[in-house]
């Protein structure tokens, strides 16, 4: 599966983003979809996950309320919607795909289980 996300830009503390994925191929419905982000000088970051069926959603605490991950069948899109952004946020987000593993575990949060990975979206937060 082909990944492209979209939708980051340049915001100020306190404003909403809604980061997207699309995704390519006929059998990202019944993929784990994930989003990660990496800031300067720091180790890539569990964001969020989503299970194929859309039931089930992961955090990290991090982000936890702020946050909502979605995605559409129809339209083989995984979307990411950020609420009350904070400079923290600031870095590339990155969506990518589990093909192996369609129900969510606490395994979703390592980088290394998602086998395709989009180019990432710039997101920076001024204070």
């Known amino acids: 599966v082909q990944l492209q996300a979209s939708g980051g830009g340049l915001v100020q503390a306190g404003d909403s983003l809604r980061l997207s994925c699309a995704a390519s191929?006929?059998?990202?419905?019944?993929?784990?979809m994930g989003w990660f982000r990496q800031a300067p000088g720091k180790e890539r970051e569990f964001v969020s996950a989503i299970s194929w069926s859309g039931d089930d959603t992961y955090y990290a605490q991090s982000v936890k309320g702020r946050f909502t991950i979605s995605r559409d069948h129809a339209e083989n899109t995984v979307n990411l919607q950020m609420n009350s952004l904070k400079p923290e946020d600031t870095a590339i987000y990155y969506c990518a795909a589990d093909p192996q593993h369609p129900y969510i575990t606490a395994r979703h949060s390592r980088p290394d289980v998602y086998g395709s990975w989009g180019q990432g979206t710039q997101v920076t937060v001024s204070s």
């Open positions: 191929g006929r059998t990202f419905s019944s993929y784990t």
